[in-house]
């Protein structure tokens, strides 16, 4: 499984960042959500949120506000859009596919990741 | 809001055992830990507690007690220093959490 991620390097600060992520190896309708997660220049991971291939999105309640995620199946890409950003967006951000959690409170791990992709906002 | 809490670095000479900590709030679901070294993304070493993905060698560990997951490595060597992270569910705001992430460093 590959995933890549794709946008613009560089945003505007209250602008919009749109970012591609596209799969191949596996089918965007599997049994798996399709994640979004960013890393900070020096080191925390923030978990964004997930799309699944129905459409049902998880957001991060503290970007909930901001975020629209969307999926393509026939293209195996899957979409994340966030608004007014700041200074605070700059962050690397990763594409990844994650397990689904069971009823039994397994699952839910990341398994496959993309390289990841520089975003910067700049005012 | 919530962010696990992990040692911020740990060290340890080749050949000998290093424990990495999780804590704060575990229980309500699984923990996983990720492994990422410089440039490159994180990669899963150990999920569900224990469980290792297929060609994490045998020397990543994971155990849970009380509240805090521990993963465990064996006889380090010089390409496992990396940073660290634990994956935990935050149940007061409903979604998943990583810890801040530990510096591992094999002197």
């Known amino acids: 499984v590959h995933l890549q991620e794709s946008g613009p390097g560089l945003v505007k600060s209250s602008g919009t960042l749109s970012l591609t992520c596209a799969v191949s190896g596996d089918s965007l309708t599997s049994s798996h959500w399709w994640s979004w997660v960013r890393q900070f220049p020096g080191k925390g991971l923030e978990w964004i949120g997930d799309v699944f291939h129905t459409g049902s999105t998880y957001y991060s309640p503290s970007l909930r506000a901001r975020l629209t995620f969307s999926i393509d199946g026939s293209k195996s890409q899957f979409y994340m859009k966030m608004i007014s950003v700041t200074a605070a967006d700059t962050a690397y951000y990763f594409c990844?596919?994650?397990?689904?959690?069971?009823?039994?409170?397994?699952?839910?791990?990341?398994?496959?990741w993309g390289q990841g992709i520089l975003v910067t906002v700049s005012s | 809001s919530y962010v696990p809490t992990q040692p911020p670095s740990m060290a340890g000479a080749p050949g000998q055992t290093v424990s990495i900590t999780c804590g704060g709030n575990i229980g309500s679901k699984s923990v996983h830990w990720y492994q990422q070294k410089p440039g490159q993304a994180p990669v899963l070493v150990v999920y569900?507690?224990?469980y290792r993905p297929s060609g994490i060698p045998d020397r990543f560990s994971g155990s849970v007690s009380g509240g805090t997951a521990t993963l465990t490595l064996s006889r380090v060597d010089g390409g496992d220093e990396a940073d660290y992270y634990c994956q935990v569910w935050d149940s007061s705001r409903d979604h998943w959490v990583f810890g801040g992430g530990t510096k591992l460093t094999v002197l």
């Open positions: 990844a596919r994650r397990a689904l959690e069971t009823s039994t409170a397994t699952g839910g791990y990341i398994d496959y």
């Open positions: 569900d507690y224990w």
